[in-house]
């Protein structure tokens, strides 16, 4: 089994090439590196922590199995690659099992005397969840891939199987119904549409 | 709450208000541990990853299990290869006689009855 000295200044493709002959080091720095952003792709599609942990436990997984196959083309990739296999696992899920919609959102944050501007931008984080959670998961997931991800249209129309012109759709209908929803819970003023 | 700017736009909205906020280092530490056992487990469960360092279990084992696809593949083959090397001959008429006399006798009444 080859073994990799320095694990945290190898490059991602080293660390699969380790990973395809059985380096549980490998793997684990790998994990490192990638889950927090897999994480925060999978909530911000699905809005749950439990579904989203979920997706990215069987997405690494995927990755331990398809290491072998795995065929160097830059730093970039891996990355990708994981971020489509969450994607799709994601949207498998959601038609499975459609989340509820986070209606109790806006009663977590504490309004202490004191926390205001904290509670303000929770309140606002919660609230602007709440509308992503609104979208059809196709437009939120375009969203998501486009805002949080800054993927442009050609990838996420590889990502989601579709055509660029799709998702550019995707997007303009995506933020016509968030403007609608913001403008309507006071985030947004009406001048903006 | 008070209302933002006129001029702040979705964009900037959705940039600056990310509604995930960063995982925290328990939460990864125990997804990590998580995905690893699972890993352990898929490794135990599956023979073609490591089916080597697993106990040997014989009816789970498919080392094992082509040992009685190989003995049965070699009978197989040795009766065959008795039958095609074994002489034959033709059966002589007292012989013929003799076998039907003697499953006549298994016949029942009422067979014997008919003819």
Known sequence: ?193 | MTLPNDRETLDQLLELYDPVEPISAERLALLVEKIETRLSGDIQNNPTETWKSRPRVPWNDAAFARWPAAALVFLLLGFGAGQWLTPHRALTKTEVNQTITKYALFQSPWQKWFD
């Open chain 1, 1 to 193: 089994m080859a073994c990799i000295d320095d694990l945290a200044l190898s490059s991602d493709d080293a660390l699969v090439l380790a990973v395809a002959q059985g380096d549980r080091r490998a793997f684990r720095e790998l994990m490192l590196r990638h889950v927090p952003g897999m994480v925060a792709l999978a909530q911000r599609i699905l809005g749950s922590h439990g579904d989203a942990d979920d997706v990215v436990q069987e997405a690494f997984l995927r990755l331990w199995k398809h290491a072998p196959h795995w065929a160097p083309a830059g730093e970039a990739e891996i990355r990708t690659w994981l971020g489509r296999v969450v994607t799709n696992l994601c949207i498998d899920l959601w038609r499975k099992k459609p989340s509820l919609p986070l209606d109790h959102a806006m009663h977590i944050a504490d309004p202490s005397k004191g926390a205001a501007e904290r509670w303000q931008d929770s309140n606002r984080r919660h609230l602007l969840q709440r509308c992503l959670q609104r979208l059809p998961l196709r437009q939120r997931t375009a969203v998501v891939l486009s805002y949080y991800e800054g993927l442009a249209g050609i990838e996420i129309a590889k990502i989601m199987d579709l055509s660029p012109a799709a998702v550019e759709s995707l997007l303009v209908r995506a933020r016509r119904a968030l403007r609608r929803d913001l403008v309507s819970l006071n985030i947004m003023a009406g001048s903006d549409l």
